[in-house]
């Protein structure tokens, strides 16, 4: 199993969406929140991904290809 700690960036529109569950769901992956920040207007979210290392790839093909935006994350959090 491989670990990838991510920071997710989310359009206005997909604030209320469950798109975090559903790649979890489809890829078999484990999220694990470290951080969140959720305004009206944008949601960021810092992300440890556990999973093989070719599921956490479709997983956020899959997050990238619904709009968020996907950054590696630094530090602690």
């Keep these: 199993m491989a670990i ?3 920071k997710l960036t989310f ?7 469950p798109v975090i569950f559903t790649m979890a769901k489809k ?9 969140a920040r959720v305004t009206e207007s944008v949601g960021e979210v810092v992300l440890e991904l556990e999973g093989t290392d070719k599921d956490l790839d479709a997983g956020i093909a899959y997050l990238r290809g619904r709009g968020v935006i996907i950054e590696p994350a630094e ?3």
Excluded: S, T, W, Y
């Excluded at 359009?11 to 969406?17: G, V």
């Excluded at 890829?27 to 951080?35: G, K, L, T």
């Design 27 to 35: 890829f078999d992956v484990m999220p694990n929140i470290r951080r």
């Design 75 to 77: 530090g602690d959090a």
């Design 11 to 17: 359009p206005q529109d997909l604030i209320k969406e």
């Design 4 to 6: 990838k700690r991510v």
